[in-house]
């Protein structure tokens, strides 16, 4: 194991909010199951999404955006499970990118940096979240990523390979995706006045050609995505990587 990030900085010039994106139908998942309140090592899946900003000093606020009649359910589900800092329900939209919208409208107004997070990532370590933080500040956006460590390959049909890509060059990106709210606010407002689809958020900044920070890190963070990714994510939440004394 090996990391690329920062040692943890107390930032302390504004306040960091977080976005959890929690509106999504999961359809990959199966019809009638909602990924976001699978148990994984006990715990819904959206629940160690947002326990991972509970326990991150830096930030102040959450902001959880949920499918439209979803609202009591996440209270219950902050009561049950005993979050303590400040947070905000807000509906999602048609679109993820909608969806991050509705939340950075929710965001106190003073708030300075925004980490938007994928409710269906339950891995995020508070080394990460804090990296992206500190990047963010430094850069006004920030991303968590991996290096691409398999050959990949490009085919337009997907049946036959057209071409091999440079994995030097490549990298996966994940969440959270952390921003200054200036950045973020603009690049969103951009695809919306353009009527253009993103698939995440870092896209609509490199749209008003702001550049990203990448934050690296070898950590496992994956997405729960389809039933496979469930016993993975399970496994990994039930035997955390060792972390360094201090």
């Known amino acids: 194991m090996s990391f690329l990030l920062p040692e943890p900085v ?28 699978i148990e994984v090592a006990g715990v819904p899946v959206v629940v160690h999404a947002w326990r991972a ?20 359910s996440f209270r219950e589900l902050a009561s049950e499970w005993g979050m303590k800092k400040p947070f905000s329900l807000v509906a999602g939209g048609r679109e993820r990118q909608d969806s991050v919208w509705n939340g950075c409208e929710a965001l106190p107004p003073e708030t300075e940096i925004v980490a938007i997070q994928d409710g269906a990532r339950p891995c995020t370590s508070a080394a990460v979240i804090r990296a992206t933080l500190q990047a963010a500040r430094e ?39 952390t921003f200054r709210v200036e950045v973020i ?17 870092t896209a609509a900044c490199e749209m008003i050609g702001h ?9 496992p963070n994956p997405k729960v995505t389809t039933r496979e990714d469930v016993p993975y994510v399970d496994f990994l939440l039930r035997n955390p990587l060792p972390r360094p004394a201090g």
């Open 10 to 37: 107390k930032i302390i010039c504004g306040m960091n909010s977080a976005i959890i994106v929690a509106a999504g139908k999961g359809t990959r998942m199966g019809p009638d199951i909602d990924k976001l309140f």
């Open 53 to 72: 900003f509970e326990r991150v000093q830096e930030i102040g606020h959450v902001v959880v955006v949920v499918r439209a009649g979803m609202e009591d």
């Open 139 to 177: 850069h006004g956006a920030a991303v968590a990523a991996q290096r691409m460590v398999d050959t990949v390959k490009e085919s337009s049909d997907g049946a036959f390979i057209q071409k091999h890509l440079d994995r030097s060059k490549l990298f996966s990106v994940q969440t959270p995706q």
């Open 185 to 201: 606010r603009e690049a969103l407002a951009h695809t919306r006045r353009k009527g253009l689809l993103v698939t995440d958020d």
């Open 211 to 219: 550049a990203v920070k990448l934050v690296l890190s070898s950590d």
